[in-house]
């Protein structure tokens, strides 16, 4: 069973950059596809990045040319560098795995099967 945690959420300004981590456990050399997602107060969850073993990946509109999704997969560890931070990025932010090799065109929470608990981003205008 792959177990998910997340790491690098903090309180930043407007205009700053975090790296979040996202490291997998319990399965070696894992091929599925990984994503990121967040939710904000009152919202639902919403699809944010997600890439393939070998590193195809997609964006969010909201969040295209300034946050970069990255694997690496000889450490089974996920990344999301965000940059030029804004306020409405504020938000939990979770890692999540589907044992699939594509990922889903259109992120939907409920076509990933295995989640990690999330990490807290806050962006203060």
């Known amino acids: 069973q792959v177990q998910l945690v997340e790491s690098g959420g903090d309180s930043v300004q407007a205009g700053g950059s975090l790296r979040l981590s996202c490291a997998a456990f319990?399965?070696?050399?894992?091929?599925?596809?990984m994503a990121w997602f967040r939710q904000a107060p009152g919202k639902g969850r919403e699809g944010v990045a997600s890439?393939?073993?070998?590193?195809?990946?997609k964006y969010a509109d909201s969040v295209m040319g300034r946050f970069t999704v990255s694997r690496d997969n000889a450490k089974n560890t996920l990344y999301l560098q965000m940059n030029s931070l804004k306020p409405d990025d504020t938000a939990m932010y979770y890692c999540a795995a589907r044992v699939t090799f594509d990922c889903p065109v259109i992120q939907r929470p409920e076509d990933y099967t295995i989640w990690g608990r999330g990490t807290q981003v806050t962006v203060a205008s």
């Open positions: 890439i393939r073993v070998d590193g195809s990946s």
């Open positions: 319990g399965y070696s050399g894992f091929s599925g596809c």
